[in-house]
């Protein structure tokens, strides 16, 4: 019997043998075939994104550069002058006082953005009853429309008959006239666009929030950690890539969406303390006709906003990673 057995083995040998090349030959091309229809299923799902970014949003981009080039007239007629917008607005002292006034919107609000936000996110976290309620209410700002939201603001801070005053006086304190004066109608400003823009964030916030496992938080607990110590080493290395996101789209939602609120609330004024870049770019393109001279300042003003992304792609995610190494 173990002479038949062995004699079966030696016979089935060649056949396993020759069977093995011819086993593993497809495999490589089934995955390659596999591979490229995910890629092609992939590029079919990209593709309307990638259409209307490029039709709607690439191809104003490049026209726009293009547009600095050249002086237009309120006739239509083209002129290239080359670099002579981009020498004009060297020399503009209104669009570099716009450009300080920016710098400091934007200093300003991110932070104060980003801190709220992360407050909101906290709290809203925890699990006690009617928090769906707050969720909502502190969300709710954020699906206004801007023009309604400025024009609901701007009777709040009216002199005489807004709530913001009225509560003053009747809390003891004198009235002030926050849009008016030029060293409170900025920061008025950067309120108003902090209270529609929390619950947003809030949200992005409590996804990441809710990503960190609960038990990292029962072990530092067991361990002795308090609320504290669980927050610097637990909360915030784990919300890194989440703080990025927000640091990042708060940057340019300040660089450029505050136009509708000071479209309404200040138009600009007073005496241009709340002159924001991309409202002095609409004046010099809609008002005056300069579309040449204000593409080119929108071209200056995206440059620095992509400086300002790799500044803090550099800060909050370039090498801090240690946990990941």
């Not at 009853?129 to 699906?143: A, D, K, M, N, S």
């Not at 309120?191 to 949200?203: D, L, N």
């Not at 607990?221 to 637990?234: E, H, M, N």
Request: aromatic share 14%.
């Amino acid at each position: 019997m173990t002479l038949h057995g062995t004699a079966r083995s030696q016979a089935a040998a060649p056949t396993t043998a020759k069977a093995a090349p011819g086993a593993d030959g497809p495999g490589p091309r089934r995955r390659l075939g596999r591979r490229h229809r995910e890629w092609i299923a992939a590029g079919l799902f990209i593709a309307p994104d990638a259409l209307g970014l490029a039709v709607f949003v690439g191809l104003p981009m490049v026209l726009s550069v293009v547009l600095s080039f050249f002086q237009v007239s309120g006739f239509g007629s083209y002129e290239f002058v080359g670099l002579g917008n981009y020498a004009r607005m060297m020399d503009d002292p209104l669009f570099w006082e716009s450009m300080r006034i920016t710098g400091v919107y934007v200093v300003v609000l991110v932070p104060l953005l980003f801190v709220v936000s992360l407050g909101l996110g906290l709290l809203v976290r925890q699990r006690v009853p009617g928090v769906g309620v707050f969720r909502t209410l502190f969300f709710l700002p954020y699906v206004i429309s801007l023009v309604v939201v400025g024009l609901l603001w701007k009777f709040m801070f009216d002199d005489q008959v807004g709530v913001v005053n009225q509560g003053l006086r009747a809390a003891g304190f004198a009235g002030h006239s926050w849009l008016g004066d030029p060293s409170t109608a900025l920061y008025s400003v950067i309120a108003v666009f902090v209270w529609v823009m929390m619950g947003y964030y809030m949200i992005i916030f409590l996804a990441g929030l809710q990503e960190i496992p609960r038990e990292y938080y029962e072990a530092a607990r067991i361990d002795g950690a308090g609320p504290w110590t669980q927050f610097r080493t637990i909360t915030w290395p784990l919300l890194r890539p989440t703080s990025f996101f927000v640091l990042l789209m708060s940057t340019v939602a300040a660089i450029t969406g505050g136009f509708e609120l000071v479209f309404v609330l200040t138009e600009g004024g007073p005496a241009n303390s709340t002159s924001l870049a991309i409202f002095y770019i609409y004046q010099q393109a809609f008002v005056f006709g300069e579309y040449g001279y204000a593409s080119a300042m929108g071209t200056v003003l995206v440059l620095a906003m992509l400086l300002c992304s790799g500044a803090i792609f550099k800060a909050t995610r370039g090498g801090r990673f240690d946990d990941d190494r």
